[in-house]
């Protein structure tokens, strides 16, 4: 099966950078996504890593290691509204493309 | 931009009652997805749907769950006997046609409430 490990909470200072961690085990390997969810609200597609290395997207950035089952996200420049949960997520590997989401990481973005 | 919307935002019912939550997924995307999520937990999911008819579903999706494509727009998620622990939001996911690996987009989800 599928299982991701991610820390239940960060806390951090705006204008400061911080990294979420996501380790994963799974029979077959289609990606490493990240998603932000407000309170109550839906999950929104932040990155996805495929192969080895470091994807940026303005602020955030994503990277992954395949032989280490590992990827991180960055945030840079973090401001109050990145206050939030953060998920990294995997493709099951047959062929109807579910998620399989981690736990989830809550970061307190604090003045 | 496009994207998926769903009603109602929240439903609250007595236990045993049925329940239907709506999804309307981006047009043109062709692979259908539910999940719940119980408060405070991770993202979890139910059912695929591609080509008309369930392609995987979760331990989750027992026979009190059942999906439907009524027209080419909708897609529904219909519980037939709540329980109490069906309380969850339910967040319905699209993706583009050429590939079940595409990006899935969510919509604001349904906060379902059993008592």
């Known amino acids: 099966g599928q299982s991701l490990e991610q820390p239940s909470e960060v806390t951090a200072v705006e204008g400061a950078i911080v990294q979420i961690n996501c380790t994963y085990q799974?029979?077959?390997?289609?990606?490493l996504s990240w998603y932000q969810q407000h309170d109550g609200g839906a999950p929104t597609f932040l990155s996805y890593?495929?192969?080895?290395g470091l994807e940026e997207t303005g602020r955030f950035s994503s990277f992954l290691s395949r032989s280490d089952s590992y990827g991180y996200l960055l945030l840079q420049e973090l401001q109050m509204k990145d206050s939030a949960s953060y998920f990294c997520?995997?493709?099951?590997?047959?062929?109807?493309?579910?998620?399989?989401f981690g736990q989830g990481t809550t970061l307190q973005v604090k003045p | 931009e496009p994207e998926v919307t769903q009603t109602p935002s929240h439903q609250v019912t007595q236990m045993g009652q049925e329940v239907i939550l709506r999804c309307v997924p981006i047009?043109?995307?062709?692979?259908f997805y539910w999940y719940r999520q119980i408060l405070g937990q991770k993202v979890e999911f139910l059912v695929s749907f591609y080509n008309n008819e369930i392609s995987e579903k979760s331990e989750i999706f027992d026979d009190q769950f059942s999906v439907e494509r009524p027209d080419g727009s909708n897609f529904t998620l219909k519980i037939r006997s709540t329980k109490l622990e069906d309380s969850a939001m339910y967040f319905c996911?699209?993706?583009?046609?050429?590939?079940?690996?595409?990006?899935?987009?969510f919509g604001p989800g349904t906060r379902l409430t059993v008592l």
């Open positions: 996911a699209s993706s583009a046609g050429d590939s079940p690996y595409n990006e899935q987009f």
């Open positions: 799974t029979s077959g390997f289609y990606g």
């Open positions: 047009s043109n995307h062709l692979y």
């Open positions: 997520a995997v493709r099951d590997p047959g062929n109807t493309g579910k998620l399989i």
């Open positions: 890593n495929a192969l080895d």
